[in-house]
């Protein structure tokens, strides 16, 4: 596996005054990107004890002041997504009761979001549940990346800034020099993030595997509609999770005549049996970025892991300092 961090962006940024009471603190379940984020910041992490009882109870402490301070939490809700929200709420909580100025919730995953709407009857919308978690806990704001579905940002009723990993992966396959791309979304509804990326791509074609999802992480993949034969077929997602969508799609566009086939998304959530799909040779290369921690049994040849910390971090900095996000994040 390769990995990448992304170039320092075209930002004014320098190291924040102490005076600032500018803070930022960690969940547990992705140190390593809240240290990166830190570092571009220039400043450190706020320390933290995290325990656990026995029966699963989770305990959190802040360990220094932050009273009246600007508190930015990063925490994905990830495996265990569970755990992980529930950590977020106790931190939460901990800051609120910690007499912290404003609370930021920095959520590079968002968890419970595929969830955003009632299909059939007697459904849960725990998009809109979690939401209201966070809310009710004491967060003044959201930074949220890659949403699911855009329309999460409504069911809160703080201040969200959507931000997108597009950048990122967009640098990536731009410095790879590829010829002859064809953008390409692995189902109807992903058909808007795929013609964002594709005009991003020096205005590529695009295609769109039409696809009957028969259930949940059950994909079948049924025909493509554009033209990929002869071309680099780049598959854009928001996450993989299964791989089920992403795999399809790669082996109709081969049938389809793409003589290559490359896979990029913002999530790696990577439940089994992805890394076995997504490592059969169907895939020229698998880019995520590191939203998510990906452990070492996670990983394999064919991925890619490019860091988001960077324009988290520039995020960050910009809603501190009550600056335009728009320019970088559109």
């Known amino acids: 596996m390769i990995s990448s961090a992304t170039a320092p962006l075209p930002s004014t940024l320098s190291k924040i005054p ?17 240290q990166d984020t830190a570092r571009y910041l220039g400043i450190d992490l706020i320390p933290t004890v995290r325990k656990q009882f026995a029966d699963g109870e989770i305990y959190v402490q802040i360990q220094e002041s932050i009273r009246g301070g600007d508190v930015f939490l990063i925490q994905p809700t990830c495996h265990s997504v569970n755990d992980r929200l529930m950590e977020l709420m106790i931190l939460i909580d901990a800051c609120r009761r910690a007499s912290a100025r404003q609370i930021t919730a920095v959520l590079p995953y968002y968890g419970y979001a595929r969830a955003d709407r009632k299909v059939t009857g007697r459904e ?3 998009a809109k549940l979690v939401a209201n978690l966070i809310t ?13 579905s855009a329309q999460v940002q409504g069911f809160f009723d ?4 959507h931000i997108y990993g597009s ?4 640098d990536y396959i731009r410095n790879k020099n590829l010829s002859n791309v064809v953008v390409v979304s692995p189902d109807i509804g992903g058909v808007a993030r795929a013609r964002g990326f594709a005009k991003k791509l020096n205005d590529a074609p695009l295609a769109i595997v039409d696809k009957r999802r028969q259930a949940h992480n059950c994909a079948e993949v049924m025909n493509v509609i554009g033209d990929v034969r002869g071309k680099t077929a780049i598959l854009v997602d928001d996450m993989i999770d299964t791989a089920g969508t992403i795999t399809e799609a790669a082996k109709i566009l081969r049938q389809e005549g793409a003589k290559q086939v ?18 059969s040779g169907c895939l020229e290369e698998v880019i ?7 452990p070492e049994e996670k990983r394999f040849s064919q991925l890619k892991v490019i ?6 971090g520039e995020a960050i900095f910009r809603i501190h300092k009550e600056a335009s996000m728009s320019s970088l994040f559109t």
């Open 136 to 148: 009710q806990a004491g967060a003044d704001r959201v930074v949220a990346v890659d949403l699911h």
């Open 158 to 161: 703080i201040p969200v800034d």
């Open 307 to 312: 860091s988001i910390a960077n324009y988290i």
């Open 18 to 34: 102490d005076s600032d009471r500018f803070y930022l603190v960690s969940g547990s379940a992705n140190i390593a990107l809240a």
């Open 262 to 279: 490359y896979a990029c998304a913002t999530h790696a959530v990577l439940s089994s049996p992805a890394v076995q799909r997504l490592s």
């Open 167 to 170: 950048p990122v992966l967009l």
């Open 288 to 294: 995520v970025t590191n939203t998510i921690p990906i």
């Open 124 to 126: 849960a919308i725990t």
